[in-house]
């Protein structure tokens, strides 16, 4: 069965980083996308990154161009989410999906539409920006 299940999340002071896990169970990561995403409280759940495993390209929404980067280790099933340079606005929970790669959406239209490509979500982890 699959499941997915994030960690790293923290309290963090601007300017700083947090690497966030997405360990998943069940399925090869091989054939799958995943992504992540986040939402603050009253607003719409956002896609942050997102990556197809098979070749490994990758979506960065554009506040985090620059500062975060997606990453992959297909032995460990983990997906990651490196975090730098971290901004108030930043603070959000933060969620990991899977669905399997259907081979034609691309990586920028799974990150996109609040994440209605992915059908399996992790709990998420909260990360918090202040000072």
């Known amino acids: 069965q699959l499941q997915l299940v994030e960690s790293g999340g923290g309290l963090v002071q601007p300017g700083g980083s947090l690497r966030l896990s997405c360990a998943a169970s069940?399925?090869?990561?091989?054939?799958?996308?995943i992504g992540w995403f986040r939402q603050a409280p009253g607003k719409e759940r956002e896609g942050v990154s997102c990556?197809?495993?098979?070749?490994?390209?990758?979506y960065y929404e554009d506040s985090v161009k620059g500062r975060f980067t997606i990453s992959r280790d297909n032995a460990k099933k983990t997906v990651y989410l490196q975090m730098n340079n971290l901004q108030s606005e930043d603070t959000a929970a933060y969620y990991c999906?899977?669905?399997?790669?259907?081979?034609?959406?691309?990586?920028?239209?799974?990150?996109?539409?609040?994440?209605?490509?992915?059908?399996?979500w992790g709990q998420g982890t909260q990360v918090t920006v202040s000072s």
């Open positions: 990556i197809r495993i098979s070749d490994g390209s990758t």
């Open positions: 069940g399925i090869r990561l091989d054939y799958f996308a």
């Open positions: 999906a899977s669905e399997a790669d259907d081979e034609i959406t691309t990586v920028k239209a799974m990150c996109g539409n609040h994440g209605s490509y992915y059908g399996s």
